[in-house]
């Protein structure tokens, strides 16, 4: 007896050896924030995106990891002559994760509640001059636009635009159906989520067969658990300064990249002293980005001198309008009447490179005679008082949204740019089809904004990827929040 | 004078030190950051070398301790302002609405996981030092009350107090005239116990974000940001912990010390 006992432990010991030893088939992905649900078409929280961007809901173009737009569910489209109308051939046999086919009229629910009256879509800009949306036939949707729209597939391919079923709509937020790579199978909340690959999936089926999401929100333990090996690839790592270690060990590999972040010393552009050009342009002057992407991001990240990525091809260099001169913002100060400085509140959200870069920048601007008081908030506390109630003088924040220049066209926007001459430039550019068109009016729009010095550009997010050695396929930079789990595999 | 009593008394008075030299001299300026000379380890120049946007660690920690005792000092302060008279108006009128109103009071403080309460308060009225300075002081208003009432107690069953009130001396009078120059050295003990577990909360809350707010330096939270520079740069935990810890060894030894030092029943046993 005892020597069955011995015997039944000895083969099982061997065969989880022999488990361990074949290549992996799953993946545990550490992210810092946790999803509050996971419905990427009513919620702005990236976290959501993270989990479910092309995992489980799919639209009908998508993003690829260098940022192209490729077709999704659509497998083709046609433009009509004057650009109004886009008529979507989609793809055969797709199915939903409950089993129920994805047609013509799914597209038409998802769209249309996206764009509704009520709907609760965090960008439901991207739908704007969208009339009508019609199902031809099962396998064809036919897009009517008010005027030509030269971003049209770029906006259906954001984690906003993702086709939902009228039939499991209802259970979103907790058990999301979509017709992705993977279902979703568990949240524990607080700790993880899990994901299976979807034998169904109309595409190649993924290398993975499942995935781990594991929120960690602690850069401490962050660190700590990516040393222990608990998790094999850590999506964004909160904490830049322990990236040396983890590349001067074997075990990992890095992958720095860029994020769509810019990061900004945003303005309250009506609140005295701020709504003086003379004084913004002394902020931008104070301020020495090299200084703060040295201190705060430990070297990591882009000197940005307007509100524009740039890796993007349109993207102009203007960081000499704001070059650091604490001399000429002292005088510029003196000129607007504030000679001996003023006071202002600088609201700082968790992430270190606000908390940090915070600390940087105060200290900056006290050389010029302003002082800062730094207020520490939580996000809750950022969107109420900052975001919504636009009660605050400075603040940092990273707008992580891949071509959001638009914001500045918006007076209502918390940071209250109200310029008629940007309003009809981006007017324009949303008329405008034609490529090399686009790319002059987009320069015009970040020369415009960098000459009026609506807020203080400091830098462009990294994006520092940490993943075991042999863990292939991650996307080096975010051209949106999303970790393609299909694109990965175990190096042999 | 004892070992303890030595001990403490040179270590509180180096922390002491630190933050009175802080007002007249430090190595660099306290909040002068220079990013390019940042994670020294200690050097000639930097003599505890400098933190992760090359600020003078001595000079943080010089003017980090003045912060530490302004909290820790207006903390004890509230509490024997406020518990000290509770304790003797209770003694005084031992068993009486009063008495009980006061004691069941202080239970309800002592209830409560102080520092949870400190969080709370910070974190309803703002972080910052001044809110942190009420919540630790509260929290010592029972300490005090209790102590001062044990004490009366007994005193209050003495010949020279039955005298007094022969005298015709009210309460009130005996109180502040007899009674309280006779608890002063166990108040005395107990302070100094005090201020060390203040300046513990103040490192506590600030670690957490709820106490001095940047630039103000702090010890807590020069340790709270030098955690994830652990591995690569340890001496910036280093530095702020042993401050915290030698400054709290120091005031209860020299509690202890005093104590001994004191309390003349000890000294009778000892002898």
Redesign the interface.
């Known amino acids: 007896m005892a020597f069955r006992t011995f015997a039944v432990a000895a083969s099982s010991a061997l065969a989880l050896m022999a488990g361990s030893a074949w290549a992996k088939d799953g993946v545990t992905i550490g992210l810092q924030l946790e999803p509050p649900h996971l419905d990427p078409t009513s919620a702005a929280a990236q976290a959501i995106d993270s989990v479910v961007y092309s995992n489980i809901f799919e639209g009908l173009t998508r993003f690829m990891g260098d940022g192209s737009v490729v077709p999704g569910l659509a497998e083709s489209w046609e433009i009509s002559g004057d650009g109004t109308v886009y008529t979507f051939k989609l793809r055969e046999g797709v199915r939903f994760h409950d089993g129920s086919t994805m047609d013509a009229e799914d597209v038409k629910f998802s769209l249309d509640r996206a764009r509704g009256e009520d709907s609760t879509n965090a960008q439901k800009a991207l739908f704007e001059g969208i009339t009508a949306v019609n199902a031809v036939d099962p396998q064809t949707v036919q897009i009517t636009l008010d005027a030509p729209n030269g971003s049209l597939l770029f906006n259906l391919a954001w984690g906003d635009a993702v086709i939902v079923a009228p039939e499991s709509i209802d259970g979103i937020k907790t058990d999301p159906v979509g017709t992705g790579a993977y279902t979703f199978q568990e949240w524990v909340q607080g700790d993880r989520i899990t994901l299976a690959r979807n034998p169904e999936y109309w595409g190649d089926q993924p290398a993975l067969a499942s995935a781990t999401f594991k929120f960690i929100s602690d ?2 333990a962050a ?1 700590a658990a990516m040393m222990a090996e608990d998790i094999d690839a850590f999506d964004n790592f909160p ?1 830049p ?2 990236l ?2 983890f590349e001067a060990d074997p075990r990992f590999q890095v992958l720095v990249g860029s994020t769509e972040g810019e990061t900004i010393l945003s303005t309250n552009n009506k609140q005295p002293p701020f709504d003086d050009v003379r004084v913004r342009q002394a902020l931008a002057h104070a301020i020495d980005r090299q ?1 703060i992407i ?2 705060a991001m430990f070297g990591y990240g882009t000197p940005i001198g307007t509100h524009f990525a740039p890796h993007n091809p349109a993207y102009r260099d203007l960081t000499g309008h704001s070059a650091h001169d604490p001399d000429k913002a002292r005088a510029l100060l003196a000129e607007a009447g504030f000679a001996d400085g003023f006071e202002t509140t600088l609201h700082l959200p968790p992430p270190s490179y606000a908390r ?1 870069g ?3 920048v ?2 900056q601007l ?1 050389t010029v005679g302003i002082k800062a008081e ?3 908030v939580e996000w809750a506390q950022w969107l109420e008082s900052v975001f919504r109630g636009k009660s605050f003088g400075l603040t940092i924040i990273s707008h992580t949204e891949p071509m959001d220049i638009g914001i500045y066209a918006r007076p209502e926007y918390y940071f209250q740019y109200d310029s008629k001459q940007f309003q009809e430039l981006m007017a324009k550019l949303n008329a405008t089809t034609d490529p090399e068109a686009r790319t002059a009016i987009l320069q015009e729009a970040q020369e415009k904004i960098s000459a009026d010095y609506v807020n203080g550009y400091l830098f462009q997010l990294a994006k520092l990827g940490v993943a075991k050695a042999g863990l292939q396929g991650l996307w080096e930079n975010a051209p949106t929040a999303a970790i393609d789990l299909s694109a990965l595999s175990w190096a042999e | 004078m004892t070992r303890n009593l030595i001990l403490g008394g040179l270590l509180s008075s180096l922390m002491l030190l630190a933050a009175a030299a802080s007002f007249l001299w430090t190595p660099f300026d306290h909040a002068a950051m220079n990013i390019p000379a940042k994670l020294q380890t200690p050097n000639a120049q930097h003599w505890l070398g400098t933190d992760h946007f090359g600020r003078d660690l001595l000079s943080m920690i010089m003017v980090g301790a003045r912060t530490s005792i302004a909290v820790a000092l207006v903390a004890v302060g509230i509490g024997m302002g406020a518990g000290v008279p509770l304790g003797l108006a209770a003694a005084a009128r031992k068993g009486s609405w009063l008495d009980e109103g006061i004691m069941r009071g202080n239970d309800l403080v002592f209830a409560f996981p102080s520092l949870v309460i400190a969080i709370l308060i910070t974190a309803v009225l703002g972080a910052g030092a001044v809110n942190a300075i009420i919540a630790i002081g509260i929290f010592n208003i029972p300490v005090f009350a209790r102590i001062t009432r044990g004490a009366a107690l007994s005193l209050w069953e003495r010949e020279f107090i039955l005298a007094a009130r022969v005298a015709g001396k009210g309460a009130a009078r005996i109180s502040a005239e007899h009674i309280l120059p006779n608890v002063m050295n166990l108040l005395i003990v107990q302070g100094t116990i005090q201020f060390s577990l203040g300046i513990l909360a103040e490192a506590g809350l600030s670690y957490v974000g709820l106490g001095a707010q940047p630039p103000t330096p702090s010890w807590g939270r020069m340790l709270a940001d030098a955690q994830t520079m652990v591995s690569f740069a340890p001496h910036l935990a280093l530095v702020p912990g042993l401050a915290i810890i030698l400054t709290v060894l120091g005031l209860n030894l020299l509690g202890d010390g005093l104590r001994d030092h004191l309390d003349p029943k000890l000294r009778v046993a000892r002898a």
């Open positions: 850069p401490t660190f904490a300064e322990n040396p270690q200084s040295d201190g940090r915070g600390e940087i105060a200290a006290a730094i207020i520490n």
